[in-house]
């Protein structure tokens, strides 16, 4: 088994709870997720990553962990964990667990032990800071920016303030005491002696905090409140960071050999290194949102080529990275970054095509691969995303109405990604035969997994394809990238060279045919076209000009 198997894996993310519901309580499950793995293993994926699954109130969607070793009831029981994780590996799919390291739930017991008195030997495992001048300890604002804005919340037991970066239910974790390392290492070292073969670290660059904890004097963004300031790097990349990392590499990634891979927040091309170099012993890669995030509503070739440009020098450099457009933090690809009205099928295919086919491993987002799109709801009642519902209470306090406020949040609710997934035509899309817990995307007629494998071409038949292409072009691997006409306003078009093989990629990212002029160079080379997603245009470019609307092709030198 090669030791950099994440190299050539496709990892595919799965939010078990809007995923499959074999129960009818409305809430996905283990057993709805088993239901589904031959679907998985037809898309040709070879890796699956769970968002948290672990018990947990629920009030982040399991972000907020109360017990890190066993399984949210709602999803089943441990024992149906360890059914999934040998029925994956009997499929050769491996599983990657979501370590939430940077907090816990309240309810987890080391915090209800914390909170009971500051002499607690559980005391430490959190941060605690008394009052300032009767107030919050300083103006650091929360991410979720609930009640007043603040970081800190006071507990009156204890008459001090615990520090949440996130939900006030959802508690930092204290780096700094020995102890917490050490359940952290024993509880990592027991998911991998259960079987699983590696973690995506949650915001791990959060576990360092500033030393002293000063007010930051940052001012304020638009939907900051009460004087409470959302300052990132109070908290993140914070020096000392490197050691907490390393360590967690001394104590359990290395010697158990297992993959990692962190999500970057305020990681990028110029800081990443450091993270990811085999000989810094850290992580394996950091996933980064320089491409594609939340708050980036569309994209242009200048930028994808941007990005890729500086990350290929990052892999030039012996790094490595994720391929993502969208995951659970984000609205829905084709709705952000193809064009979901006009040319949905076409644009999904030239997005996947791009993501495929540039360096570092492809994550799918469940759905991606039927090209699921955004969905608006008319009440804030029907979000459940905490961001969303924080921003919109700022928006509200500013003086927006209900309705501009929701049409502001929308297109960018993580509530985008998390509709229940569409596996057919039937009532809620064949996800429950109950309720769902948060509202069917209505598109569900249309799209879905049915249609896809009905149709002669579909999103998935082509993910299919794209997917596999990885198994036998070893350029997609490890080739150098190069991007060709790198001026052209709407066409995307690069190379992949490794020793074995050459690959041409060219993409039309527009809702309008264009024209585009290959160079001479590669003009007189023979192509062969390996994929595309208009069958019916030329196969090859010799004396060919115009490239249809989000026309995708990969060609590979004869
Ligand atoms: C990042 C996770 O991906 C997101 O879903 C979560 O809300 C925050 N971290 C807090 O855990």
């Excluded at 259960?194 to 949650?202: H, M, P, T």
């Excluded at 995030?293 to 070739?301: D, F, G, I, K």
């Excluded at 990005?307 to 457009?325: E, H, I, L, P, S």
């Excluded at 006009?342 to 644009?347: G, I």
């Amino acid at each position: 088994m090669s030791k950099q198997w994440w190299k050539e894996a496709v990892v595919y993310e799965i939010y078990c709870k809007s995923f499959c519901d074999s129960d009818g309580d409305g809430i996905g499950d283990l057993k709805g997720i088993m239901s589904k793995l031959p679907v998985l293993k037809d898309l040709g994926i070879n890796c699956i990553w769970f968002a948290p699954i672990y018990t947990s109130p629920q009030v982040d969607n399991g972000y907020d962990v109360a017990d890190y070793r066993n399984i949210d009831p709602a999803y089943g029981t441990i024992d149906d964990f360890k059914t999934l994780l040998d029925m994956a590996h009997s499929m050769d799919i491996r599983v990657i667990m979501d370590m939430v390291l940077n907090h816990s739930s309240d309810e987890h017991e080391w915090f209800k032990e914390s909170r009971k008195s500051k002499d607690n030997p559980y005391r430490d495992y959190y941060i605690w800071q008394p009052p300032k001048n009767g107030k919050a300890p300083n103006n650091w604002g929360s991410y979720f920016r609930e009640g007043n804005g603040s970081a800190w919340e006071y507990d009156a037991q204890t008459g001090e303030y615990y520090l949440h970066q996130y939900a006030v239910k959802m508690p930092d974790l204290n780096w700094e005491c020995e102890a917490l390392r050490k359940e952290i290492y024993a509880m990592l070292h027991w998911w991998l002696d259960l079987g699983v073969d590696g973690f995506r670290l949650d915001v791990f660059t959060r576990l360092k905090k500033t030393e002293g904890f000063p007010d930051t004097t940052k001012q304020p963004g638009p939907l900051d409140r009460n004087g409470f300031i959302v300052d990132t790097s109070m908290c993140t990349n914070v020096k000392g960071i490197h050691e907490i990392i390393h360590g967690l590499h001394t104590e359990v990634f290395g010697p158990r050999g297992c993959m990692t891979v962190g999500e970057g927040a305020n990681v990028d091309d110029t800081n990443v290194l450091d993270y990811i170099l085999p000989e810094r012993e850290e992580l394996n890669m950091v996933y980064h949102f320089q491409l594609a995030h939340r708050a980036l509503l569309s994209m242009t070739p200048a930028h994808f080529r941007n990005v890729q440009t500086k990350w290929a020098n990052v892999f030039a450099k012996g790094g490595w990275t994720v391929q993502y457009m969208s995951n659970h933090d984000s609205a829905r690809q084709v709705s952000c970054y193809g064009d979901a009205e006009n040319y949905r099928e076409a644009s999904a295919m030239l997005l996947a095509t791009l993501l495929h086919t540039t360096p570092g491993t492809p994550f799918v987002y469940q759905g991606e691969e039927i090209g699921m799109v955004n969905v608006t709801y008319d009440s804030i009642d029907d979000y459940n995303c905490c961001y969303t519902k924080g921003d919109y209470h700022s928006m509200i306090q500013k003086g927006s109405s209900r309705k501009e406020a929701i049409k502001a949040l929308a297109p960018r609710s993580r509530d985008n990604a998390r509709t229940p997934y569409q596996w057919d035509d039937t009532e809620n899309a064949g996800f429950t035969s109950g309720k769902p817990w948060i509202k069917t995307n209505p598109t569900y007629k249309e799209i879905n997994l049915q249609a896809d494998l009905n149709a002669e071409n579909s999103i998935f038949k082509y993910y299919k394809e794209v997917i596999a292409l990885r198994k036998t072009h070893p350029a997609i691997i490890e080739g150098e990238l190069q991007f060709l006409l790198s001026e052209h306003p709407h066409a995307i078009v690069y190379l992949r060279k490794c020793e074995a093989e050459t690959l041409l990629v060219i993409a039309n990212y527009r809702s309008e045919a264009t024209t585009v002029e290959l160079p001479d160079e590669i003009k007189t080379q023979k192509w062969q076209r390996i994929l595309s997603n208009y069958k019916n245009t030329q196969p090859s470019i010799d004396g060919r000009k115009e490239w249809m609307p989000w026309e995708a092709e990969v060609y590979v030198l004869a």
